[in-house]
């Protein structure tokens, strides 16, 4: 069965250095790959997402996330954090042939001050 | 346009009460579903519907029913509310023409089962 795995449930890091979350799935066939992002007591917004094209996807906020076939990966990485991107972030993907999306257990962003 | 809107906010039940929880939606999306969200267990797939009239089961459906007869609205009803169904509730919505799929997300329902 199709999986996700978000390998750390949180990740506290100081404000201004960077971070990583990361994102690994299972699967054998064509996949579309998002990162949410949810903030304090508030709904899910998709943060970015990769179809097809560029491995390399970026945010409107920063944020950039690059597809890794060979090691079916999608790690989130951010060069320098800010204490508004406290949140939690979801790692979703897609298998071409459905169109539910499977979706990992979420990493806790905690930024020290 | 609205998006996707969720009522209530909040609510508080009885075990063995039953109540809706309601989703609408304005962007014509054909494909609706219902996740719960606990800590650490991420999103998990309550029920789903690809078009008004067709609903199918997800992964934790037992305890819930929806319907579909309009585009716009896909109700989640609690039968006999139960404590292990405190939760976060959230209404998400996507279009297949988007390619992608990506879902539109409501502001959640939060409720508490006593």
């Known amino acids: 069965a199709q999986s996700v795995t978000q390998l750390d449930s949180q990740v506290p890091v100081f404000e201004e250095a960077p971070v990583e979350l990361r994102c690994n799935y299972s699967s054998s066939v064509s996949v579309y790959l998002f990162w949410y992002v949810q903030y304090p007591n508030q709904g899910l917004q998709l943060l970015l997402k990769y179809l097809s094209g560029s491995t390399l996807v970026e945010s409107i906020n920063g944020f950039e996330a690059e597809f890794n076939k060979s090691q079916t990966s999608f790690h989130l990485r951010k060069p320098s954090v800010h204490i508004s991107d406290t949140a939690e972030y979801f790692c979703a993907v897609r298998m071409d042939s459905n169109y539910q999306l499977i979706w990992g257990a979420g990493t806790k962003l905690i930024i020290k001050p | 346009n609205a998006g996707v809107t969720q009522t209530p906010k909040f609510q508080v039940l009885k075990t063995g009460q039953s109540m809706t929880l309601q989703c609408a939606q304005d962007?014509?999306?054909?494909?609706m579903s219902w996740y719960r969200q606990d800590p650490g267990m991420g999103l998990r797939l309550i029920h789903y519907s690809v078009g008004a009239g067709i609903t199918d089961q997800g992964e934790v459906p037992n305890g819930y029913n929806v319907s579909r007869s309009t585009t716009e609205d896909f109700p989640l009803r609690l039968l006999s509310a139960a404590p292990s169904q405190t939760s976060v509730y959230f209404c998400a919505s996507s279009y297949s023409s988007s390619g992608s799929h990506e879902q539109y997300f409501g502001p959640g329902t939060r409720l508490t089962v006593t």
């Open positions: 962007m014509n999306h054909e494909y």
